[in-house]
């Protein structure tokens, strides 16, 4: 079967972002709570945290902590990844072996499936 592959050059760009993935998932957990607190911080950062309206903020972090803590098989998901980076098939489908758009790799660098084929093994 022909596949249409992706070229090494992209898939070093999607290496390193699993790789970083990895680290967070891995438990650096601080560097990503730091993270966190920066990215919804901007710049009222300054700001003391006890005023009345940086409950929502703290919530809203609390729970991007909590997802990224939830996703217990992500981490799996990742090694056959780069598994795959080094075998040079990164970026397509295993279940049709099509092409896996890049809008979806941005958004989940470790799926192994195109949208098609994850929605018809999620049903
Ligand atoms: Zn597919």
Do not use: W
């Amino acid at each position: 079967m022909v596949k249409r592959l992706m070229k090494k050059a992209d898939m070093k760009v999607y290496k390193e972002r699993l790789l970083a993935l990895r680290a967070r998932l891995r438990g650096d957990v601080s560097a990503m709570a730091e993270k966190a607190l920066r990215d919804t911080g901007g710049e009222s950062s300054t700001m003391p945290l006890h005023m009345a309206d940086a409950g929502s903020d703290n919530f809203e972090q609390e729970f991007t902590l909590s997802l990224m803590a939830n996703e217990g098989d992500t981490l799996q998901r990742i090694e056959g990844a780069l598994e795959r980076i080094e075998d040079g098939v990164y970026g397509s489908c295993e279940e049709c072996a099509g092409v896996i758009p890049k809008t979806r790799l941005n958004a989940i660098p470790y799926t192994p499936f195109c949208v098609r084929c994850a929605e018809k093994l999620q049903s």
